[in-house]
């Protein structure tokens, strides 16, 4: 055989086992290892997803990632690919060695996206198996957070996968006692809590967005209302859209407990009416001077807040998909409904309005005439 025959044929055969490498597969094994600590950029990332829509790109590649330096005998952990979601599971084990199976929930933390069904069993079977789980631990178990239980059915994916599923603590802080004590969960581990201070930190991811879906109509129904009331009334419907966004986007989260009611959309309105009542005495004369306006304030704002409030369903765990979708059943014809009637106040207000403006329109052209005379 001539060389360059035996040349050609070896540069064939390279080829046929270069395409039989997978190249996901090394790309994975390469950035798969991680450790316990966060840097720089993890904590400036944390804060970028709390303040800004930063959030929704906030994730990290589905797959296998071997935290510190995992063996046969390390537990396997299913998280979100949220990457906040993911960093709080790895600092929580800081210490220890484990398998973080990370499924592809667009980005979306594990009770949201449990409740969606995207942390769910065909998932978590997919990564099972594309991760080759079976290769890389003795055990036959996958540890899936309590918050992810919605959408895992634990049969299923022992039977498809020979993987036993254990529902793990509902916080990432309680995974290393739960590992220790042999994946047995203690009650507290298994109740749900929502003090203040995780409430608090979820406020900024309330507030920015609904200040950035609020100030453009608030601005042009402020500048209406300035041209056909004064500007009295202007500045009282401008201030009336941060009040009820402040209502339902702060005071809600901060006074969850204390304000009467179980439905968010309720306890919104509480607090709407609340400053909807007190925001006269704080203010001089305007806006709730007129009876058509007031009357339509009082419809339209502490259903704003309410609805500000309704969203800040879906960032507590303390709300279940089923509950969130009869509330919302419930209280999305009341804000069209709302929307219809403050608009129609809103309408006769305006009605009410035109025929006096013309009047005094009438009087200054008058007063202006005699006076062009009189300096004649």
Same mark, same amino acid.
């Given at each position: 055989?001539?060389?360059?025959?035996?040349?050609?044929?070896?540069?064939?055969?390279?080829?046929?086992?270069?395409?039989?490498?997978?190249?996901?597969?090394?790309?994975?094994?390469?950035?798969?290892?991680?450790?316990?600590?966060?840097?720089?950029?993890?904590?400036?990332?944390?804060?970028?997803?709390?303040?800004?829509?930063?959030?929704?790109?906030?994730?990290?590649?589905?797959?296998?990632?071997?935290?510190?330096?995992?063996?046969?005998?390390?537990?396997?952990?299913?998280?979100?690919?949220?990457?906040?979601?993911?960093?709080?599971?790895?600092?929580?084990?800081?210490?220890?060695?484990?398998?973080?199976?990370?499924?592809?929930?667009?980005?979306?933390?594990?009770?949201?996206?449990?409740?969606?069904?995207?942390?769910?069993?065909?998932?978590?079977?997919?990564?099972?198996?594309?991760?080759?789980?079976?290769?890389?631990?003795?055990?036959?178990?996958?540890?899936?957070?309590?918050?992810?239980?919605?959408?895992?059915?634990?049969?299923?994916?022992?039977?498809?996968?020979?993987?036993?599923?254990?529902?793990?603590?509902?916080?990432?802080?309680?995974? =290393?006692?739960?590992?220790?004590?042999?994946?047995?969960?203690?009650?507290?581990?298994?109740?749900?809590?929502?003090?203040?201070?995780?409430?608090?930190?979820?406020?900024?991811?309330?507030?920015?967005? %609904?200040?950035?879906?609020?100030?453009?109509?608030?601005?042009?129904?402020?500048?209406?209302?300035?041209?056909?009331?004064?500007?009295?009334?202007?500045?009282?419907?401008?201030?009336?859209?941060?009040?009820?966004?402040?209502?339902?986007?702060?005071?809600?989260?901060?006074?969850?407990?204390?304000? =009467?009611?179980?439905?968010?959309?309720?306890?919104?309105?509480?607090? %709407?009416?609340?400053?909807?009542?007190?925001?006269? %005495?704080?203010?001089?004369?305007?806006?709730?001077?007129?009876?058509?306006?007031?009357?339509?304030?009082?419809?339209?704002? =502490?259903?704003?807040?309410?609805?500000?409030?309704?969203?800040?369903?879906?960032?507590?765990?303390?709300?279940?998909?089923?509950?969130?979708?009869?509330?919302?059943?419930?209280?999305?014809?009341?804000?069209?409904?709302?929307?219809?009637?403050?608009?129609?106040?809103?309408?006769?207000?305006?009605?009410?309005?035109? =025929?006096?403006?013309?009047?005094?329109?009438?009087?200054?052209?008058?007063?202006?005439?005699?006076?062009?005379?009189?300096?004649?």
């Amino acid at each position: 055989m001539a060389p360059g025959y035996r040349a050609a044929e070896r540069v064939i055969q390279l080829k046929k086992l270069l395409s039989a490498v997978s190249w996901a597969g090394i790309e994975q094994s390469m950035r798969s290892a991680i450790s316990s600590e966060w840097t720089f950029s993890d904590h400036w990332g944390q804060l970028r997803s709390r303040v800004s829509g930063f959030r929704m790109r906030y994730t990290v590649e589905p797959g296998i990632y071997a935290l510190n330096s995992p063996g046969e005998d390390s537990p396997v952990i299913a998280t979100a690919n949220y990457k906040l979601s993911f960093d709080k599971v790895r600092r929580a084990l800081t210490g220890k060695s484990a398998w973080i199976l990370v499924l592809n929930t667009h980005g979306i933390n594990v009770w949201c996206a449990a409740g969606k069904g995207r942390f769910g069993t065909f998932e978590l079977m997919k990564r099972i198996r594309e991760a080759e789980l079976e290769k890389l631990v003795r055990h036959r178990k996958v540890i899936v957070p309590q918050l992810g239980a919605p959408g895992v059915v634990a049969h299923r994916v022992q039977k498809e996968t020979g993987f036993r599923v254990f529902y793990g603590p509902v916080r990432a802080a309680d995974l =290393p006692l739960y590992i220790d004590n042999g994946m047995t969960a203690s009650r507290e581990m298994r109740l749900i809590q929502f003090p203040m201070f995780e409430r608090l930190v979820l406020i900024p991811m309330e507030w920015v967005p %609904g200040f950035r879906k609020t100030i453009l109509p608030a601005t042009a129904l402020s500048a209406l209302s300035g041209l056909l009331f004064g500007w009295s009334v202007a500045r009282d419907v401008f201030f009336l859209f941060q009040l009820m966004l402040i209502a339902g986007a702060v005071g809600v989260p901060a006074l969850l407990p204390w304000i =009467p009611g179980r439905a968010f959309a309720f306890k919104g309105w509480i607090l %709407g009416m609340f400053a909807c009542l007190v925001y006269p %005495g704080l203010v001089p004369p305007g806006l709730f001077e007129n009876t058509w306006i007031a009357a339509a304030a009082f419809v339209f704002f =502490p259903l704003l807040s309410s609805f500000v409030a309704l969203e800040f369903t879906g960032a507590t765990p303390i709300t279940g998909m089923s509950a969130v979708k009869r509330e919302m059943r419930f209280a999305v014809p009341i804000y069209r409904a709302a929307l219809y009637i403050s608009v129609t106040l809103f309408m006769i207000a305006a009605a009410a309005e035109l =025929p006096a403006r013309m009047v005094a329109k009438a009087g200054a052209a008058v007063h202006g005439g005699e006076a062009r005379q009189v300096t004649r």
